[in-house]
């Protein structure tokens, strides 16, 4: 009776059945769905299968791509808008212009594998459509997930020594840094671009490509500068690089804000606001450079680093929390919490004091 | 031939007859068993002879281990590592109508039902008659026929809240084989509705804190509680708002002298039957009440292992942790490490606070530990079988009850008390020094924020998933936790999930009912 | 003998003039002699003035003094009292020939040549349709015997016991498992079993499952008997579960998680075979003395004596067990009043093993010592897993030599069952005779469970794990006491013959038990209780009386009918429902005896048809005496509700169907006994078709209807269809060498026909058989068009090397997922056919007997596999780690997939249950008659594909926690004086 034992037969291949109108034209644009059948793979018994859909240019399959989404019925419809989105990138244009305006072959083909197990994927036959009109359709816009500051006190226009920017917790596409833009040794006011990537990949922004809050311009004396932003007023900055999305582009917004820092917790005696001054980090000096050292008051009281939150720290920035912009210094090195989760605490002692280089991104407390 | 005409020998095998009759004692043995219905899954100890058939009493016709795993897995709290039949089902909302934990927790609110019809058929004024009660004995079965009756009443809310359409029996149904009839939603709630106003005035009066006589037992107030939460759960169950009458019921609730416990944890440890916020509890009493669901279950499968001694429960199972969605309930509160209830959410006995692979134990999720088998002073009860008390309704979710009404548009309350509530139950919360940080203002006190403070107050106390189906976000798209629907990331599911199927078993033995749609 | 030795030829033949073959030709006093041939001729030496015994089965034998002739010719005549020959049947007996159902009457002796232990392994593989499987190997282990299936579901499948005449309790007792055990297998003179309903219906309601009714042995007239059995025994283990060994089992956790996980960290350094720990081999001995004979012609008696020290291979268990039995049976009146007087009682100390510490063995880490190395103060210096503070993990395996060593579990038990038969010959009318049957059984048991305090498993079993041990005693008695009294009419008239019987019984069945649980010593210290839980009492009783009645007719020896009638009446239904009337009619025909057939006597000796049709009853409900009554029960000790301070016991509602009655069987029963050659080949062939209606099942119920979702109700239908053969043999025989082989075959079909209320094809059907593993996993499923007690399983698909593909199995619905609706009702654990062998061969003093069993088409759901073989089952995250079994690396699963039909295994099985070689001494010395000196094995070897350790269960085919049947070793000696 061991012959009743249901052995997988791995088949080499199964059907996909050419859709009842496959020769009228499949305008992507103006289609929601697209209806696929198939039989099952012959495994030798009814498997629970997944199916995913293939498509590419060319009969042989010589480049492809796996459309999104994956099926267990033998009917199934799959989304117009995946096809035309994975269509563009198979057509490798850039620009709307470059898309083919008239309808084309496209290849279909289907993977099967069994859900839950680690057997081989089955394709299944090639079937064409004949008449595939397609558009331009990319996928959906996501906020970046990094964003760096450039200048000529920024890394020297070199990106490996660009600033890295510090995320803003739970505002996607919105960073920050504590910027030093004071003059160059050689007297030159400080100059200033941006990128959501560490390269000059044509992304990179300057004053031409951002809207700069009112307050700001005024603060830091903004002005154009080649392309740049230039820094008439030369001094120590928070620089807030805000995106949204507009269309399948960014637009960016940049403020300059006072470069206030705030010590709370039970150090400060329980405070928790970011508007007291008393509680406000001193500012380096301006000649000191972009090397100098923040310094907090000091603590009027013990904190334990566990049960009572510990020595607490953040920049204030207008319509956040405290804690969405709070940071701290363990062994020496200032890290902030970004997008992150809680941080752990760090203890401190009535009189010591929390100093950070926000350029060298260090600090200690004593 | 008059040998054959046997009645059983043993003093402890009772026929009606034998068993009641003009003193008190047997009745109110029978409404303990209607209570103790509530706390453990059988007749002996440890689960032993269990009340409903065919399933594992102690983990899946446990009323509270029932009603915690149904209300806490599928929603954004909790997610249980058992491989256990039916569990993973729970967990991802992908169950069937022949899961086990649904079915035992289905029959778990029968047996109550069918427990409460039998106490009401034998107390009816003719049999105390014929029986030779006294007065004073039916005075006090006066009471008990009520209490039966808020038992029942509780035992459909939670039919009402879970399967809907029902069905329906009650002390005037015969006990043997007639098929009951299925209740529509509206029928039952306005039965509900009715039984409870009905059965209000024979219940006793309001008492706070610990009662010497009567301490475990429901009384006025708790029949309050249960209808400021039927009518705000009301547009849900049957289309019609009732926030006005929730208000009604919350305000008598609030009227009489309970009191926030000045301490969130004391309402969780050994010694709560002493909190003047408890409405209702669900009583553990260590060995005398044994079992392994229950509040057993509650500590044993939440703590870890280190902790174990710490909260001096009988074991450290270590299936249940959170989802990191519930540590996003207090990440979006400025000051939620002051917060004492974010204590409980212990992310420092765990390496990850995501859960990546569902069947790891540890470092794999956030460990909860709200319960707590020692007393408040921190010195332990006579053994670690546990003996805290499952706070079934407590003052904290009138606050919040009241609140949820006003901004839905209620009217018999007011804007100003409900955020002097919602501020009261915060600054319980959170600790001296940091309590004005934790009050909000007018203008923050939004339908989404009531969602979260819930959460904040009532994590793990098997509440969630009504509140979700409330505001719309347990099905669908709107909101989306780790694990919904089988993604780790979370992802839609169809709306016939926000209420659980008949089980396959009923369907199987009552043609009378028809099965919930989508099942 | 002085005379000449002369030739001496002749012939043998029977009255009609045929020749006999094979008759044995002996010369008296010696042991030289013949045989006759194909003619009837022989020829032997023999001393002038000798004797010639002669004999042939069936034949009355002769002695004949040679007188110095050369040629004796012998004319043997039948044996009138062996065409007497009588089976016992309820209440009295019937002529073999004239016998109309199925019934099968087996010679004790002639099986047991000291190889059997227990009355129930005596009957294993020796009659069709009888199966006989033990419950495993512990000393003193119950058998499961089921008569052509079980005809219940959830009542009892065990068939009636009728001990000479008294129907005893086969629900056994707390603290001796085997109910039969009572009786010394060497007192029994036949087994008679009874199969079909037309034999079993006279006991009416309680017959459903056959019955088996034993005889003792009696004393007789003659010279004082005395015999002595004894033997010595050796048991051994037969084999181990094939878990990993420490070496294995550290590479199996270092390649699986790493060498740096918390896994390979949770390792040991030692290198320890649990199992070798657990188990030992055993010796036993077992001796019995008997007497028999007759107080001056007047009063026969018999007596005896029996001593059992039996120890199993499990350390630990064993039992001792005494045994008496006496028995009289004289006559007065001159025979006309004769008097049965029967006692048995056995004495029987116990100590059980638990058979935790084999499914511990089988999982507890390899790479851990027995003995704790870190002097821990816990667990009284045996190995527990600790916390990394070194406090125990509540959740930890118990230590498997510690479960056997600090855990005492020990009963002592009582029992004796006896009669007083009296039977009279009425003088008015001949061939009246009244009889009057008065019985009891009656057993005592006592029992002391201990734990000790601070022993591993205090730490990690119950409800504390605080260190404390737990003390239980239990005390139960029972009492069955029987009274009957029939008539019997007996005479022929001509060419007919009447047997008329009708009679009167009263049965009463009582019942008490009380358990207690006194402190542990520990906790008593701790919390200054006497009684750490409350104890109980208990107690029942229930009746049967029946009035019954039977009419024998039978025409010109050819044509027999026997009618059937009983009238239960059970105290444990409803008024309306207490009696029931079982009816049976059978027919049979001798065609042996038409004229017709004369010709074929030659070769055939016996051919008889038989039809019967009957009803049957099952009122052994499993549900205590008064299931149909509306009862309230209060709880038990941990179960109560405080209200204020008041701690409130808890009263509650039990679920019940008032209507509730028998279930019934009607068994038809088509049959066909035939003999050749004089019977040296005889057989028997029968069909059958049983249909069990108002089956008693406990199906789901509507909810809201009564005090529980489940009910015990007559709702289902069942058959069973089978077919038995058997035939026994005597291919040789010679004068020094012979030969007796019998076989039997049986397939047996059972199939549930209606299960529920509702004919409601979503229901999937009653699922029960809980497994390890897990919380609430069950295996099997009664399910309508499936035999009862299936398994219920997902479809597992494997690779082309046999391997199962983790996690690909059928999806039955084709919807495109895996969930329950794809699983399928699968296997069951019951054999399509089973069938024995036995053989017994003597050459002059040496004998060779054996018997072999075989099942087929039986599946098993190894659990033992199932539950070590799955990587995330390995570690437990308090930090200790559980043995895999060495499959575990060809399956290579991650995940449980403890539904899996991969795990449904087939364990047919071909089994040599005993092999014995024996040599005799005859007329040893003047005091010494004859002794036999014997060697046996039992269960030397078996033979299946099944991988677990044994493919033998009682436990609904779930294999795990089997106490393994042990080989043992027996040497024997019958002495006869
Ligand atoms: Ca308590
Ligand atoms: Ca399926």
Redesign the interface.
Known sequence: ??NE????QQPESFVLNIPKYASGIYDLKNTETIEFTTS?PN?G??????YAVQISLSQNFAEYTTLPGT????KFDISAQDVAVALVALHDVEEESDYPADPHPLYVRLTAT??????EPVYSNVIQLPQVLGYFALEAMTMPEEMYLIGNVAGNWDWNSATEMIPVWGSPGKFWAMQYLGQTEGGDNAEIKFNYAMAWNGNEFGYNEVTIGEGSAGLAGTSDAGGNIGIGNPGWYIVVVTTAIEGREYTFSVDFLPPHVYLQGNVNG?H?GTTDEIHRFAIPALSLGADAEFISPAFTAAAQGDDD?GVRASIQLPGH???QTEFMVFDGVFVPRGAG??QARVAGTAGQRLSINFTKRTGKIE | LDDLNTIPLDKEELVSEVVFGSEIGPYQELLAKIYAGLAISGNEGGDGDPDVAGVDGGSQASFLRGLWNLQTLPSDEALCAWNDVGIPDLNYMTWTANNVFIKGFYYRLYYQINLANALLRETTEEKLSSRGASEEVKAQIKTYRAEARFARALSYYYLLDMFRNVPFVNEDSPVGSTLPPQIMAEDLFDYIEKELTECEADMLDPFVGYHPTYYGRAHKAANWALLSRLYLNAETYMGVNKYTESITYSKKVLDENFALDPVYKNVFTADNENSVEMILPIRYEGEDTQTWGGMTFLMSSTVPSALQAEINSVGAWQGNRALVSL?RFF?RE??H??DTRFSMVR?DQTEN?EIVDPSLFTNNGIPIVKYYNTYSDGTLPPSNIVYTDFPLFRLGEIHLNYAEAVLRGGTGGDQATALQLVNDLRRRAYKN??AT?ATITASQLTLDFILDERGREFFFEAQRRTDLVRFGKFTGSSYIWPWKGNVPAGRSIADTYKVYPIPSDDIGANQNLTQNPGY | QTGATINVRGIVTDIAGEPIIGANILVQGTSSGTITDYDGNFTLQAPADGVLEISYIGYRPQSIPINNRSTINVTMEEDTELLEEVVVIGYGTVRKDDATGSVVAIDASKINKGLATSPSSLLAGQVAGLSVVSSGGAPGSASNIRIRGGSSMSASNDPLIVIDGVPVDTEGINGMADPLSTINANDIETFTVLKDASATAIYGSRASNGVIIITTKKGHSGKLQVAYNGSVSVSTKTGLVDVMDAPTFRNYVIDSFGEDSQQAAALGNTQTNWQDQIFKTATSTDHNVSLAGSISNFLPYRVSVGYTNEKGILKTSGLERYTGSINMSPSFLDGSLRVQLNAKGVYNTNRFADRGAINSATQFDPTMPVYSETNSPYGNGYHMSLKTDGTPIDIGLANPLAILEQKSDKSKVYRSIGNMQVDYNLPFLEGLRANLNMGYDISESNGDVIITDNSPMSWVWGSYKAGWGENSTYYQYKSNTLLDFYLNYNNNFGVHRIDAMGGYSWQRFYSEEENKFPYSAAMAAQTGNEFYKEGNDYSTESYVISFFGRLNYSLLERYLFTLTLRNDGSSRFSPGNKWGLFPSAAFAWRIINEPFMENAGDVMSDLKLRLGYGVTGQQNLGNGDYPWMGRYSYSKAGANYFFGNTKVPLIRPLAYDENLKWEETATYNAGLDFGFLNNRISGTFDVYYRKTTDLLNTVGIAAGTNFSNELLTNVGELENKGVEFSITGRPIVSKDLNWNVSYNITYNRNRITKLTINDDPSYVGVRFGGIDGGTGNNIAIHSVNYPSGSFYVY??????D?RP????????N?????NEEDMIVYKNAAPDLFMGLSSQLSYKNWDLNFSLRSNIGNYVYNNIQSNRESRSITYDPSGWLKNKVNSATFTNFDAVHYQSSYYIQ?ASFLKMDNISVGYNFNNVSNWLQSARLHLTVQNPFVITKYKGLDPEFTNDGIDNNIYPHPRVFILGFNLNF
């Open positions: 009776e061991d034992k249901i052995v997988l099952q495994y018994f009814t498997a629970a299968t997944l099926y267990s019925a033998a069994i859900a839950g197990s680690k057997v329980g928790w939150g929390e405290w804690w989760d809680d | 540590l990440e400025n000051r490490e002051d992310t606070n020094e940091a940080a | 479809e597992q698909v494997y690779d082309n046999g593909l983790e996690g690909v199995f059928v999806d039955q084709a919807d495109g997922q895996i087939n």
